[in-house]
């Protein structure tokens, strides 16, 4: 059991606590935390005592509960159709029997029936969210269990191991690398799947993955608490090599302050401080987030700490990195990596991340970060001015090449414009020869957000995703709101209820000018990274990136976890409607719902074909996680992901400009593995030019005049492969 003061000597509370488990007769593993951790995770009670403190909902708070679910799915929820197809599923007579039984639950029985009624749906978007101080309280255990595999092809292993550790353990060789055999006495395997069955992940891949996160971090705005109060397991030591040894851990719940994540309603306040353009185009999985987030807590105390600077320095952080951007950048749009003094970012370890310092000497002993690199003693070429977001970067070293590395773990981000602007920044610091985007694990945020980044990766217009909203008089209402948020669906609904269609027409949430407002910035050949964990919003992420052809699409899954929709919660609904004639009520219990209101549909040569349930399916044979893999920063999987980008195609395109005074331009192009560079200006075509590998100079006489936008096409035989834009 967690031990709960800073102080060697405890409280009367704290061993009367102790007591109550059994902790104080030996038979728990105890934990000391570091005083900064203990900061983060706010206040730790047992299980037990957190239940105790509980409160109970009224009937009529329970009958408002049901009532507003009961419109929300059968009204609004889009995939409703969907689900009942695929699992069999009638959640509509389910909550009308519940209403009709409501007396006779008890407390935690009616959470139990709310949640699982929603969980058979397998839909992390729609949601029961439970009262305080559910909503509010994580139940964990002091260490984060991962998956890899022994064997090959068909015959792989699953083998659960210990990659993370919080605090220091009573039991010494409880410790990352052990092996669990046993949960509670069930074989590890047959644990997880039995966890899995309560989640709600889309396809048997997410649910999985779902099963194998909560076993020792549940939200429980989503999760109700353990049935019991402490867990047992069995393992062995990570060689194989020793006895197999029993440890028990007592559940505790961590009641973290609403900065840490903490506060059920944190999820939406963050929303809501975004753009008002932006507050309801949301995909995410808020289950999982809040779970990472709190892994992030209770592992990462460092990361926490650079969050916290980055977000003191509030407006000084984004400029700092435009200002470092533009000194990078001058004189041509795309850097090199091979020459001069630019700034680049530092070569990240096999084995560990190195310090920024001497990560910046091992790429070159002569040079210092530039003054503009630095921002209150960080090395920008080394730290993301978003550390919650861009976990990790840099060049990853291989026999196959030297190639760029970003860990992108969430969409959702506050400012849009500042992240994409991050991106940018960070893209021109790493190798131009090829580049590895790690998605794994981000479960989605702001739908632009995703979009507008594919851009930066491809020379091809992008095409957004379309929203379709489900065909009800009630969804009629909704966007007959004049000014309301579902207007441009107005029509759309009309027609749909004249011809019975099931749906409206789609219409993006982001315009194809938003979408293609940068252009590309990275040439490179781009390696997609994707698992069961990549939800909503990276789902339409990574369908963009496989629809738009950008890259190839590496899964350590056999599909993302397939949210296909625009996510509401409860209080969007009720602010839908005016309050006279509107069956959206405030909900005053402090439970609340997110539904999917506005399912996506892809593009491409997948035009039409929904992601819910379906997901994105990899390029190829699904990687399978390794040891070294779980324990040594991903290294099997990034050298294999090396070896896929040497046998994919490289280009190259930058150009300056100079404009003379009778209006035209003289432009100097260098090019790689391109045959044809075509010039825009403004959006026109004005002149063709075929390059062979080297430099080239030539003028662009007339139309250049009062031109503002240069853009450089590449083309290989007849095919797009390299863009480059500049300001005139």
Known sequence: MAR?????SRSKAAKRAELATGAGRGKFVKVRFS????????????????????GKLTTQARMTIVDQALVMIDQTYVHLPLKRAMHAVDPVQRLRLVKQRLKTYSERAFHSEM???????????????????????????????EEYFEGAGSKDTPVFIVTEVSGRLSDPNFRPGV??????????????????DREAGSNLDARHLQGLETLTNRWMGMSLPPAEDWVVVNYVPGNGKGPSREARFAWQVSLPPPENGGDGSSLGAVRHSARRANRARVGLDAKGEMQRRFRK?????????????????GARAPKASRAFYEEMTKGTWTVSQSGGDR??????????????SKAWRQIDRRSKPPAVAMLDGVDLTAHSIMPDVIKDFGAVASPKGTFGYIRLVTFDVEDIDAFIGEFVRILTLLPQQGLILDVRGNGGGYIEAGERLLQTLTPKEIEPERFHLINTPLTLRMCEQEDGELIEWKASAEESVEIGAAFTQGFPLTSREACNDIGQIYQGPVVLVIDAGCYSTTDMFAAGFQDHEIGDVLGTSGHTGAGGANVWEHADLVRTLPRKNSPFVAIRSGASFRVALRRSTRVGLRSGEPLEDLGVVPDGAVYRMTRNDVLNHNADMIAHACGRLAKMPRQRLT?????????????AVATDNVHRV?????????????????SASFDVAGPAAGASNLECRGFREDTLVASTRLKL
Request: aromatic share 6%; no cysteine; charged share 20%.
């Open 4 to 8: 709960l003061t800073r102080k060697a």
């Open 35 to 54: 005083k900064q951790v203990l900061a983060n995770l706010g206040e730790i009670q047992t299980l037990p005592a957190f239940l105790r403190k509980a």
């Open 115 to 145: 949640i699982s009624t929603f969980v058979r749906l397998r839909d992390l978007h729609t949601n029961y969210i439970l009262p305080q101080p559910y909503s509010n309280g994580i139940a964990f255990l002091p260490f984060h269990v």
């Open 179 to 196: 092996i669990i055999t046993h949960w509670n006495g069930i074989r590890m395997a047959t644990a997880v799947e039995i966890n899995a």
């Open 297 to 313: 807590l209770l592992f990462a105390p460092k990361a926490v700490s650079s969050q916290r600077k980055m977000d003191d320095l």
């Open 343 to 356: 700034p680049r970012a530092p070569v990240l370890g096999a084995a560990r991340r190195q310090p920024a």
């Open 655 to 667: 150009v300056t400009a100079t404009k003379r005074h009778d209006g035209s331009l003289k432009l």
């Open 678 to 694: 075509d010039i825009v200006l403004d959006g026109r075509p004005v002149h063709t030019v075929d390059v062979k590998i080297g």
